[in-house]
């Protein structure tokens, strides 16, 4: 009896791993159909320009993926439609590489042999971190717009910059710079403080980009405090905090003990204005309308806040069965205009398409680049990060609105 | 000056609400030598009650606060029942290992009820802050300190000087010796649990006026740390603690104000380390000598 259950078991095992078989089957089958696809559309008049779309487009992470490719592909097509690039048109050459490192260096490899000029992806740090050397290796232009991890463009461990790689997408501490700058340009601080988490990597990373700005801009920073997670009591900090009379205090941690720092502040009689990163989306479900009245946080992307944002809202609708479009479609709409901006720029001066001096021309092209997206004008620093504009989103009455780009 | 005075207040705002969870854990322990360590998740299960009350159903805030002082009650007794009672003459290890499965069982319970995120308490007390020498002391600071004071004069009243009270201090002392003076020993255990739990429930309120948030973990560092006053007052002994509530409140506030908030915990349980090797029985505790 308990042979025949044992063998019952095995049998079950073995269902489930070819059931698993049979479900990936479809997925691999699925891509080469889809750059097929995208062949039969492109005449073959002039050539083409291959460019490799890498990302998670099934599996868990799925809707980031196939939000960036989409917005990719509605600027590709729209340059397609008038006319491609130097009489070239753009053919999309796309990979899935369901998130997974392995399978993105994979999926790259064959993008290599299918002789792609540049590509844009991954989706996730931990793919796109997987692909960047074997990029760099081939000095192969690659953007990604969603990738945060600072190794995406930066090897810490050699000190060494993927210079072929760039980003649409800010990095996290990039947030504490904006928040510093527009703590003197906008709300005029001589003096500020920060209370951080000190165990959170995304919070303290903020907060140490907030304190060198501050330091280069000539604002003082009067008391830096810190709390461990889990904390609900931070009077005595804040209690420290007054005592020093910051004009703002940066506090860049997550919503919920945003909310706990903004309410116990404000009992204690602090008046100085809340500044916050992204983590603070969702505060204004968590402290009273007054308490955070007049606080700011900046985020990357804010629905319908500026013309081009909503122009683009419609159009992403219009081709995509009225889906409405968020921060990373946006951002895969700016990496096929970066891309594509530079991909011009190789071509009007004449060189071989897909040849090395064609693709460093397109490297240098996103390095200098003056490309304006939809979310902000881009530009790059020594580590390939864009430095480009924040949403500011301020307290007003209990809401969290669109105050301005900055 | 002015930020001693309010750091100092703001100890003692803590402090307050650590005294009262202690006291619910002290009285416990001395009548049945049980660490009740469910007793701070019966603090989150207050706050969720008032928050279901005054969020969710609109109710004022009276009515919320109420709620949850008699939700606590009533868990406290069922809780006694169902799990302690049927132990009371099994090892003591059992019914600490009960009391723990209990901790977590709530908290849980809460998580799979209520969600795992935080819910946003509505203010339940709003009022004029109070300048005193140049610092400033909120509302809610002085409304929990008041009220902690309050609840603890009346509890030493009602142990002191009614007849439930004498009950309780007699089955303290000496269980059988009680029951053969005719103390219904159930009904004053019941009684006992229904006391902390209702402290465990005024302290909810105020820990929520003070920090507006509920969330299923909430109660237990929060338990936790009003052990450790507990033991520090000297646990079973209901002046100790109130002291070692307002001490461990008072510590947390000087240890974050010289700057050193990442270690206030650190402190807390260094606290209880020193107590156990240097005077195990606490500041207010009496030698127990044990009976073999």
């Not at chain 1, 696809?37 to 868990?60: R, S, V, W």
């Not at chain 1, 600027?75 to 796309?94: L, R, S, T």
């Not at chain 1, 860049?252 to 945003?258: G, L, M």
Request: aromatic share 8%.
């Amino acid at each position: 009896m308990k042979k025949l259950i044992s063998i019952a078991l095995v049998l079950v095992l073995v269902l489930g791993a070819l059931a698993g078989c049979g479900k990936t089957e479809p997925g691999t089958t699925a891509t080469p159909s889809a750059d097929t696809g995208a062949n039969a559309t492109a005449p073959a008049a002039g050539g083409t320009i291959k460019i490799g779309l890498l990302g998670c487009y099934t599996g868990e992470y799925a809707q980031y993926g196939l939000a960036v490719q989409n917005g990719a592909l509605m600027y590709i097509d729209k340059v397609n439609a008038a006319g491609g690039i130097n009489g070239k048109q753009i053919e999309p050459i796309i990979y899935d590489d369901k998130g997974d490192p392995t399978e993105a260096v994979t999926a790259f490899n064959r993008m290599l042999d299918d002789g792609v000029t540049a590509l844009l992806g991954s989706v996730l740090s931990g793919a796109t971190m997987a692909v960047v050397p074997e990029a760099y290796a081939a000095n192969l232009p690659m953007i990604t717009a969603s990738a945060t991890a600072a190794g995406v463009t930066y090897n810490e461990d050699e000190d060494l910059v993927y210079t072929n790689m760039f980003r649409t997408c800010f990095i996290d501490p990039f947030q504490g710079e904006k928040m510093a700058q527009y703590a003197k340009d906008i709300l005029g601080a001589r003096t500020a403080a920060a209370i951080t988490e000190t165990g959170n990597d995304y919070a303290v990373g903020l907060k140490e980009a907030f304190v060198a700005k501050c330091a280069e801009l000539g604002i003082e920073v009067v008391a830096d405090e810190g709390y461990s997670k889990g904390d609900k009591d931070f009077k005595s900090q804040l209690t420290n905090i007054n005592a020093k009379g910051a004009d703002v205090i940066f506090c860049p941690n997550y919503y919920e003990d945003d909310a706990l720092i903004v309410t116990q502040a404000r009992q204690l009689g602090i008046t100085a204005t809340f500044m916050g990163g992204d983590g603070w989306a969702k505060v204004s479900e968590y402290a009273k309308a007054e308490d955070l009245e007049g606080s700011v946080y900046c985020s990357a992307y804010a629905p319908g806040s500026t013309p081009e944002i909503k122009q683009f809202e419609t159009d992403y609708a219009a081709k995509y069965n009225g889906e409405v479009p968020g921060m990373f479609a946006a951002l895969g709409y700016d990496a096929a205009i970066v891309l594509l901006d530079a991909i011009k720029a190789a071509e009007s001066k004449g060189l071989e398409t897909g040849s090395d001096e064609y693709k460093a021309a397109v490297i240098d092209g996103m390095k200098n680049t003056s490309s304006v997206g939809i979310t902000s004008a881009y530009s790059y620093d020594e580590f390939n990060n864009p430095i480009k504009s924040a949403v500011i989103i301020k307290l007003e009455g209990g809401k969290e609105v669109f105050s301005q780009m900055f | 000056m002015s930020t001693v005075i309010s750091q100092i207040f703001n100890g003692l705002q803590s402090g307050s609400v650590y005294a009262l969870v202690a006291l619910g854990y002290s009285m416990v322990y001395g009548i049945i030598m049980l660490l009740n360590f469910a007793h701070g998740d019966i603090i989150m299960v207050g706050a969720y009650v008032a928050w279901i009350m005054i969020a969710k159903a609109g109710l004022p805030p009276a009515v919320g606060v109420v709620a949850a002082v008699v939700g606590c009650t009533l868990l406290g007794i069922t809780i006694e029942k169902v799990a302690y009672a049927p132990l009371r003459k099994s090892p003591r290890l059992s019914l600490l290992i009960t009391a723990i499965g209990i901790s977590f069982f709530l908290e849980n319970l809460a998580q799979l009820v209520m969600g795992a995120g935080a819910k946003s308490m509505p203010e339940i007390v709003s009022g004029p802050g109070l300048s005193f020498a140049g610092a400033n002391i909120s509302f809610v600071a002085m409304v929990t300190i008041v009220v902690a004071v309050i609840s603890m004069v009346l509890l030493t009243i009602l142990v002191q000087r009614t007849k439930m009270g004498k009950a309780m201090r007699a089955v303290s002392e000496d269980m059988d010796s009680a029951r053969l003076m005719g103390i219904s020993v159930n009904r004053t255990i019941s009684f006992t649990f229904a006391l902390g739990s209702a402290l465990a429930g005024i302290g909810a309120v105020l820990y929520s006026c003070a920090y507006p948030q509920a969330s299923p973990t909430m109660g237990s560092m929060l338990g936790l740390k009003a052990f450790v006053a507990a033991v520090l007052g000297g646990i079973g002994s209901i002046p100790g603690a109130m002291i070692g509530g307002f001490a461990i409140g008072l510590l947390e506030a000087f240890v974050s104000a010289v700057g050193l908030s990442v270690w206030k915990e650190g402190a807390v349980f260094a606290i209880l380390i020193l107590v156990l090797l240097i005077k195990p029985t606490g500041i207010m505790g009496r030698v127990i000598t044990e009976k073999v």
